[in-house]
């Protein structure tokens, strides 16, 4: 089966009202809002992403395409997908996690064009065109559907963009950490936390935290802050990682992962400080990022210093 094609652009959007009203002003029906969920794959070949969309469903998405800050042939191959979580998981399992991407899409449609306005969470605004190619097509068409649209929406040189948001999110991701010897984190664990703070549910802070943990034997759990409108019922994020830990057999934390779209450290609480402290040594590397990058590596021991554990009770 030979796969489909697009004729694609991707540009810095640095005014999204303006393009919408100059989209519209062009013709363009607007289809509403998605939200989208990419989950990108470490693949050898071309690129792998399982994208979960509300409204609609679930897709695999396997696409190669030059990495250009140009019109750009984009040949892609599509497959629904029932079962997303259990699909996630093997993937995972067997390729590991390059990135995860959360955006806001506005859809529109421009004769075979579909326009993408996207809130990418982490990288800002973003403008991509996507002009669908008919089977057999030269893709003359195509190209020149871009070209006019590039100028009724202005979009300039200095705005366009190579890669995919998973690369831009590659390369902001991390900072240099601030404590010799650690290293950098798991990339999977990352993308968990981050993933886990999109999942929050923190109706009256506004302020969703993702807490991801590995054990010792290489497995990973994630949990989300969960708020109670009887504020003390709440729970953090590093809680809930943890007794999704319990839950999936237990073990001794080997690294640890708290993220929140916040510009100051986050840093667990003291509550939480000693929980993590019955199940991890006071080496256990803590790394304390945003939606961007790695803001901060330290020790539980930094975070808890004379700590009380399991290891006081011992007669």
């Not at 469903?57 to 990495?67: K, M, N, Q, S, V």
């Not at 449609?109 to 065109?129: A, C, K, N, T, Y």
């Not at 002009?131 to 030269?138: I, K, M, R």
């Amino acid at each position: 089966m030979e796969p489909a094609r697009n004729v694609e652009l991707k540009a810095h959007d640095p005014d999204p009202a303006r393009t919408l009203e100059r989209a519209l002003a062009a013709g363009a029906e607007d289809r509403g809002l998605l939200r989208q969920r990419d989950t990108y794959f470490a693949v050898a070949c071309g690129r792998l992403k399982l994208r979960e969309e509300e409204p609609g469903g679930a897709t695999l998405i396997a696409y190669e395409r030059p990495d250009a800050a140009a019109e750009r042939v984009s040949e892609y191959r599509l497959v629904p997908v029932g079962e997303p979580e259990g699909l996630r998981a093997a993937l995972a399992a067997a390729n590991g996690i390059a990135a995860v991407v959360v955006k806001r899409r506005h859809l529109l449609l421009w004769e075979s064009v579909r326009i993408h306005l996207d809130e990418v969470r982490g990288l800002g605004s973003f403008l991509e065109l996507e002009a669908v190619a008919e089977p057999g097509s030269d893709l003359g068409r195509e190209r020149a559907q871009v070209a006019e649209l590039r100028l009724a929406l202005d979009i300039r040189d200095e705005d366009l963009r190579e890669g995919s948001y998973a690369d831009e999110l590659g390369a902001r991701e991390r900072e240099p950490v601030e404590l010799g010897g650690v290293g950098e984190p798991d990339a999977e664990l990352l993308a968990l936390a981050r993933e886990a703070a999109g999942r929050a549910y923190a109706p009256y802070s506004d302020f969703p935290v993702g807490a991801a943990l590995r054990t010792t034997d290489g497995r990973r759990y994630a949990g989300a802050n969960v708020e109670n409108a009887a504020y003390p019922q709440g729970q953090c994020a590093e809680a809930s990682a943890i007794g999704a830990l319990v839950a999936g057999g237990g073990g001794r934390i080997a690294e640890v992962v708290v993220a929140a779209p916040s510009r100051e450290l986050c840093t667990p609480c003291g509550g939480c400080r000693q929980r993590l402290r019955e199940f991890a040594p006071d080496d256990v590397p803590i790394h304390l990022a945003d939606l961007e990058r790695v803001r901060h590596t330290t020790t539980l021991g930094e975070l808890l210093p004379l700590s009380f554990g399991p290891r006081h009770l011992v007669a």
